[in-house]
């Protein structure tokens, strides 16, 4: 039995957040949707596009799943202040993603903006989950201004390269007091139980799955990782040994001398 | 008078508001998932119609799309 997930005081019966970016449909989307069994989605805002056809929101309702807006794309802390305000207006949630990003190569989170950012969104009654890098204290600096949970990058967005420094996120999960929720860099299944091996309390996920080669069967193997990372952390991992220890009993072991 | 919409120009009546540029760009929208901005600051739905616009307004529409 998995225990819930609570988030603001919201409880979640699934631990893995399903990121919409870089499916190429929305019928995909739909299924993979299904298949991850995600309660929470992100979305984002944007100048409409002539050439797009039917609303994300049409297909996230038919779902039953709340959305999660996200500031993606923002540079600094005014913009994503005002694109929150925006997602707050456009979907009347006070939850928002909190993503304020320093260049467009690494799409890295800029610390200094985006605390800046927080602090005037929780002080604006937001429910701000931000986006950030695998720093501890920075963690710290979110979760003091009053963030209601903590999303570390494992490595940059869509660069798949999983968990680049699993000692920092363990640092982080041993001294937050809000949730950690891994953000970014998963690659494929194995990335998401490593992370809640390491005690983060959920994973949050886009392009793993939306750009997977088979997305809905990315999508249910990731949900069955984030399952079986949770479960092998609570079950209690050997320690790690340099020398084998042998797991079939020394004694009586016959012996095969031959007769002299 | 001359306004900026999504960061295109475009002339309206002087009579045009949030609500009447918001219908000229998405048609009979049910508001759903909609938000603007005008010159940097939101106008929550329920002032759309009684926010006028002025000579070099600058209004940004944004919708829910795929993302994150």
Redesign the interface.
Known sequence: MIEPLVIAGRHLRSRLIL?????VNHEV?AEALTASRAEIC????????PS?RG???DVLEAAGVE????T?GCFTARDAI?TA???R???ETDWI?L?VIGDDKTLLPDAVELVAAAEALVDDRFVVLPYTTDDPILARRLEDVGCAAVMPLGSPIGSGMGIRNPYNISIMVEQAGVPVVLDAGVGTASDAAFAMELGCDAV?C?SAISRAHDPVAMARSIRLAVEAGLLARSAGRIPRRRYAEASTPEEGLPVFDAPS | MRVVVNGQARELGNDATVASVVESVYGDHDGRGVAAALDGEVVPRGLWEWTGLSEGARVEIVVAVQGG
């Open positions: 990121g919409t970016g870089g499916f989307l992100t979305v984002a805002l944007r100048r409409l596009d797009s609303s994300i929101l959305v999660l807006p996200n993606a005002i305000q925006l997602a207006e456009a979907f993603k993503e949050l886009a």
